[in-house]
């Protein structure tokens, strides 16, 4: 854990270029915070261990790919808070790469899913991805905070400006 109250994480959203255009890889997760969902792979940082180290070896882990690591292109920051449930509480480090070696694999955590770059599947996502991955796939950016509501699935706050634009659909 890095700062005072939440555990770091990184995720990496794989790119790649199919014959139906840009495709990106969202897998459902199997076990731990979020099983059932659909996930950029990712996971928490090992002691001593970077974001970018962290997000290498949980992509392998969860994958079997192996991202090339000058490749891989830091996109930001999420803070995620769960004030009912703080232990869920956790700072993000978000990536994209389009330099990796293999398909996918399932694993005991993942089950690799590719998806068309324009139609991720949102509705089995968390919530807040609908408002900062379109972005970060058409090549931005994101630094917001998330905050969820007691059911611990819909965001209620955030500083993001695509929230305040669209607010809860």
């Not at 992509?59 to 995620?80: K, N, Q």
Request: proline share 9%; with cysteine.
């Amino acid at each position: 854990m890095t700062g005072d109250r939440h555990p770091d994480v990184a995720v990496c959203y794989l790119l790649r270029p199919s014959a139906v255009g840009e495709e990106v890889l969202i897998g459902r997760k199997l076990t731990g915070l979020g099983v059932g969902r659909s996930v950029g792979p990712g996971g928490k940082l090992a002691p001593g261990e970077t974001p970018a180290e962290a997000v290498i070896r949980e992509v392998a882990e969860e994958t079997g790919i192996v991202v090339d690591p000058s490749a891989l292109e830091p996109r930001g920051v999420l803070d995620y808070r769960f004030p009912t449930k703080p232990s869920w509480s956790q700072r993000s480090f978000v990536f994209v790469s389009r330099a990796f070696t293999g398909d996918g694999v399932p694993s005991d955590e993942l089950v690799p899913e590719w998806w068309p770059i324009a139609s991720p599947p949102f509705e089995r996502m968390w919530d807040d991805a609908r408002f900062w991955l379109p972005g970060v796939l058409a090549g931005g950016c994101v630094n917001a905070f998330f905050e969820f509501d007691a059911d611990l699935s819909t965001v209620v706050a955030s500083d993001h400006p695509g929230f305040a634009a669209r607010g809860r659909d």
